[in-house]
Structure formats: structure tokens, C-alpha cells
């Protein structure tokens, strides 16, 4: 009796996801053990919490007082019809603390810094420099990896705050032109609805987009191949995934905070 072996374990396509997870799985526990095995490259994670914070101030500047502003004016009418104007500090401050903060910023950082991660691994992985560090003695995960990720995980935190509280202060002139609201009266309306839950939800949500974005890039530039035309795919892959797991976190985070918030 003659068998033949079949040459998939279930279908090409079902094989090839499977087998993409378990390397990431992969990819993930060797940064863990590679975080917590010595010593660590700190002048190589200073150098990028300088590339992925300071460098993004300006973007984010500008993305967080937009979205104050806007999200203010927007609001402002619905408000005014129900008699609740003065609840308008009030409601940005949550919307900001709950959920534009955190997100915001993580989509900031997913096409801006996850793309650069993406690109410049992939850069280096197709000019064979990452392989030319492993002859020279130098452990490449180490240096670019390990510091990359613990540095967005780091900064993204970081940069939703500034982004808060910048769009509180463009909230803000939009009211006290409005409404010629004080600048304290402003913030302890905002604050006064804010609990615990809120500001560290938002911080738990900002440090897990921020380890995924930095996981997504490194691990898309890490594995870049096809010369140039790689670089590209790795930049983009890094900026698509991570945006689309970042949605996906942000439903389960809101979901498990909400159950915890009707406790």
C-alpha cells in the first residue's frame, strides 16, 4: 500500500499563520529573557527614548491641541441644546483620559515610530549589518531589539500624557474664549470626574501600545529580505499590524474596564 505525504499539516495558507504566530511567540520570549540576562545597552536605549520622545514632541504637540480644540467645538452645540454647557470641561477631560490620549498617540506612534523601527532594521538586515554585529561579538537582538522595544514601551506612556494635557489646554482656550472660564475653574471641573481607574487605565493601555508597537516593528525590520523593496514592506507591515492589533487591545482593555467600572 502506497502513501502519500500530504504537504501541508492543513492548508498552505492556515500553515503559513500558524507558523507566523510560533515565531513571533518566539521572537517575544527571547526578548524577555534577553531583557532580564545582562547587562543592558543603556546608552543605546537613552539614544532611542531620545529618537522616539523628543523627536515625536512636535507631532504630538500639534495632533493633541487639534484634537482639544476640535473635540470642544464639536461637543459644544449638543451641550448648549440640553442646557449642559458647563458639563464641557467635564466631557473632554474624560474623553481624553479615557480613551483620545491613549489611542491617539498609539496610532502617532505606529506610523511614525514603527515605521522608522520597521525601516531601519530592515535596512540594516538587508545590508547584512546585523549579521556583520554578530561576527564583530556583538549580540544584535540585544542592542537593537531589547532597547527599541523597552524604549517605546517606555516613551509612549510618556507622550499620551503630554498629548492629555496638551489637549486640555486647547480645550481649554476654546472655552475661556466662549465662556471667559478661569484656568482653575477649568481644571477642577475637568479633574473632578476623573477617578483612579481612569488615569491608570489609560497608563495600562499606553505601556501595552507601546510594547506592541515596538514588538511589530523590530520583528518586521528583524526578518526584512528582498533587498530594497524589502525595507519598504518591513516599514509598512510594521505601521498596518500594529495599528491593527492596537484596535483590537483597545476593545478588550475598554471591555475589561468597563466590567471593572459596574463591579
Not at 53 to 72: D, E
Not at 73 to 98: C, D, H, M, N, T
Not at 112 to 120: L, Q
Request: aromatic letters at 14%.
Amino acid at each position: 500500500m502506497k502513501f502519500t505525504r500530504r504537504p501541508h499539516v492543513i492548508s498552505k495558507n492556515l500553515d503559513a499563520v500558524f507558523g507566523g504566530l510560533t515565531h513571533t511567540m518566539q521572537f517575544m520570549g527571547q526578548y524577555f529573557r534577553q531583557l532580564f540576562n545582562g547587562p543592558f545597552e543603556w546608552r543605546e536605549f537613552i539614544k532611542q527614548c531620545y529618537n522616539i520622545g523628543v523627536r515625536s514632541l512636535l507631532l504630538i504637540t500639534l495632533t493633541g491641541f487639534v484634537t482639544g480644540i476640535v473635540f470642544t467645538k464639536q461637543s459644544r452645540p449638543s451641550l448648549i441644546e440640553f442646557g449642559a454647557a458647563s458639563w464641557l470641561p467635564s466631557l473632554i477631560a474624560i474623553a481624553v483620559v479615557r480613551a483620545l490620549a491613549p489611542l491617539v498617540t498609539a496610532l502617532i506612534g505606529s506610523g511614525k515610530i514603527g515605521s522608522n523601527i520597521g525601516a531601519e532594521l530592515g535596512s540594516m538586515r538587508v545590508t547584512e549589518q546585523i549579521d556583520a554585529m554578530e561576527v564583530s561579538g556583538t549580540n544584535p537582538f540585544k542592542f537593537l531589539v531589547v532597547t527599541r522595544v523597552t524604549a517605546t514601551t517606555v516613551m509612549i506612556p510618556i507622550l499620551m500624557m503630554y498629548f492629555g494635557f496638551v489637549a486640555l489646554m486647547g480645550s481649554f482656550l476654546n472655552v475661556h474664549q466662549n465662556e471667559a472660564t478661569s484656568f482653575v475653574t477649568f481644571f477642577q471641573d475637568a479633574f473632578s470626574p476623573i477617578t483612579f481607574l481612569d488615569i491608570f487605565t489609560g497608563l495600562f493601555k499606553a505601556i501595552f501600545y507601546g510594547f506592541t508597537i515596538g514588538m511589530v516593528g523590530c520583528y518586521s525590520g528583524y526578518h526584512a529580505e528582498k533587498g530594497t523593496e524589502g525595507v519598504g514592506m518591513a516599514a509598512n507591515r510594521a505601521v498596518i499590524i500594529s495599528m491593527f492589533l492596537v484596535f483590537i487591545e483597545e476593545i478588550v482593555i475598554v471591555q475589561i474596564s468597563n466590567w471593572i467600572r459596574l463591579a
